[in-house]
């Protein structure tokens, strides 16, 4: 009996399941739908997609560089608990999905679960579904960024903050210097959290609203608007040096900015370096939380 991409489309609906594993089920339950559902709970997958809806908000930030290659990579894959991700097997999964990402570069997450994973035999998507099947929560691959080139990474705090900093050299500089350098970078973004790379990255919207806020609050503290403007000017510097990466006042010496840090830095390794971008993942960052009721946990367990 044949099946239509329509007939994949209810499968997966019907049993949250995932697109290649329904088509798998129809082909080979011949067409037949109440088939493909049992094949499916048989195999376990319905079993992963139950847990699928449940509100997965811990978990790992990721963060690699494959100095041979020159790529790196920070990757967030969420659990429902952060018991789960302390567990080395989990851990690995995620290093497995970085490394993947690394090798193949995929678009998406979609894309990445469609991949081979490293180290491995099937799927992304496969080792995945394996690993909410024996761990026992519903684990999700979020989001990851993939740079190339002269790249450095950092993890903070076992994994609730991942960084990657992308920088352009021209030149070859002392490479144990170099790395230093970019890691105390790194670290700084970590610590700092900085919205936008430099000046010219904010969009000129946030720019002329900011403006906009501050000259209300200058007016309202009773100044002139000769004097109104100026205090806007230098408060816009202001947030300039709280919001852009090298406007920041540098981690380690408060003194000077993380350009300068950046220009000096130069200087003594007799090279050229410009930071050109960079990523910072919080662990369950703008998700919504699991709200547990200790009582309520309890007597689950006892029942």
Same mark, same amino acid.
Request: with cysteine.
């Given at each position: &009996? ?15 399941? $995932? ?10 339950? +011949?067409? #037949?739908?109440?088939? =493909? ?18 509100? =997965?908000?811990? /978990? ?25 991700? %302390? ?17 193949? #570069? ?15 035999? /099937?799927? @992304? ?43 352009? @050299? ?16 790194? &670290? ?10 430099? !000046? ?27 004097? =109104?403007?100026? &205090?806007?000017? /230098? ?36 090279? %050229? ?5 960079? @990523?910072?993942?919080? !662990?369950?960052? $703008?998700?919504?939380?699991?709200? +547990? ?11």
């Amino acid at each position: &009996m044949a099946f239509t991409a329509q007939d994949v489309k209810n499968l997966r609906e019907t049993t949250g399941c $995932g697109m290649m594993d329904c088509k798998k089920a129809l082909t080979e339950a +011949d067409g #037949n739908f109440e088939k =493909a559902i049992e094949l499916l709970r048989e195999k376990g997958l319905s079993a992963a997609a139950k847990k699928a809806s449940r509100i =997965a908000a811990e /978990g790992i930030v990721c963060a690699l560089r494959d100095e041979a290659k020159k790529v790196g990579v920070v990757i967030e894959v969420n659990s429902e608990t952060d018991f789960v991700a %302390k567990n080395a097997t989990f851990v690995q999964f995620v290093e497995d999905c970085a490394r993947t990402v690394i090798d193949e #570069n995929p678009a998406d997450v979609t894309a990445l679960l469609a991949c081979k994973i490293a180290g491995g035999t /099937g799927t @992304v998507e496969e080792a995945l579904r394996e690993k909410i099947l024996t761990i026992g929560e519903n684990l999700k691959i979020r989001r990851f960024a993939r740079y190339e080139g002269d790249v450095e990474t950092y993890v903070h705090g076992g994994g609730r903050i991942g960084v990657m900093v992308k920088f352009n @050299v021209e030149g070859t500089p002392d490479a144990a210097a170099f790395q230093a350098y970019a890691k105390d970078v790194a &670290m700084q973004v970590a610590a700092a959290n900085p919205t936008y790379l430099n !000046k010219e990255a904010v969009p000129a919207d946030i720019i002329a609203k900011e403006k906009e806020i501050l000259t209300v609050q200058a007016m309202n503290e009773g100044k002139p608007a000769n004097i =109104a403007e100026k &205090m806007v000017a /230098g408060r816009i510097n202001k947030y300039y040096k709280e919001v852009c990466l090298l406007e920041q006042p540098y981690i380690k010496d408060g003194d000077i900015s993380v350009q300068k840090f950046t220009d000096n830095t130069a200087k003594e390794l007799g090279v %050229k370096i410009q930071v050109v971008d960079f @990523v910072r993942y919080e !662990k369950g960052e $703008g998700l919504e939380k699991r709200e +547990d009721n200790f009582a309520d946990e309890v007597a689950s367990m006892i029942k």
